[in-house]
């Protein structure tokens, strides 16, 4: 079946960019959406943004200004990058397929811990 | 479109029937999923549409609602069962899916 692996650094600096990758095995990457989600301590789980194999992308207007989602179809991976980032933005990050339409979520990667801190 | 659910927290003892409940502050339709996660796990898809089980689900969950309103209901709690219950809208617009606060289970 399908599985989603995020990695990336655990640590970033404030103010720095924080870069993540799902890596997608056990099914393909085309025809479905991708999202990323994540969960910071304490608080609720926030979606992020969505990109769909033909391209298209949707962004949460609250991260818009510095987020950016992009896929390599031939790695089967999906990328994040959030700019600028501050403890605010420590969190459990998840990337998760999106079925039939972008915003129902199955499977779920395992998720990574991006702390924020100096 | 903000969700809520209630209560925060759901005592129950393991064969009783546990009942959670969703609420979005504008209609969704029937486009409402339940996710269970377990500590230290990804969050699953229990439900969707509202009322359909995802794959493997088990029987005992049981969903229903439209609209604003929507109840996530296990009729009888197994011990695998006792973990925290997202309610997350996924309306096309506007295109942001929200999740609820979530409602942990845990044993009386």
């Known amino acids: 079946q399908v599985q989603l692996q995020e990695s990336g650094p655990g640590l970033v600096k404030p103010s720095e960019t924080l870069s993540l990758t799902c890596t997608v095995s056990?099914?393909?990457?085309?025809?479905?959406?991708w999202n990323w989600i994540r969960h910071p301590p304490g608080k609720g789980l926030e979606w992020i943004a969505y990109i769909h194999s033909s391209g298209s992308s949707n962004y949460n207007p609250s991260l818009k200004s510095r987020v950016t989602i992009s896929m390599d179809a031939s790695k089967k991976q999906v990328s994040l990058n959030l700019s600028s980032v501050t403890a605010a933005d420590t969190a459990v990050y998840f990337c998760?397929?999106?079925?039939?339409?972008?915003?129902?979520?199955?499977?779920w990667g395992q998720g990574t811990l991006v702390t924020v801190s100096s | 479109i903000v969700m809520t659910q209630s209560p925060a927290t759901l005592s129950v003892s393991p064969g009783e029937r546990g009942t959670l409940s969703c609420r979005a502050s504008q209609s969704v339709s029937s486009n409402l999923a339940w996710y269970q996660q377990k500590p230290g796990q990804a969050p699953r898809l229990l439900m969707y549409?509202?009322?359909t089980r995802a794959t493997d689900i088990p029987a005992r969950f049981s969903g229903s609602g439209s609209g604003t309103e929507f109840t996530l209901t296990i009729s009888s709690l197994q011990s695998e069962d006792f973990a925290v219950y997202y309610c997350?809208?996924?309306?096309?617009?506007?295109?942001?899916?929200?999740f609820g606060p979530g409602t942990k289970v845990d044993i009386k």
């Open positions: 549409g509202a009322s």
């Open positions: 998760a397929r999106g079925i039939s339409v972008p915003g129902l979520f199955d499977p």
């Open positions: 997350q809208h996924y309306n096309n617009w506007p295109p942001v899916f929200t």
């Open positions: 056990g099914g393909p990457i085309s025809g479905y959406y």
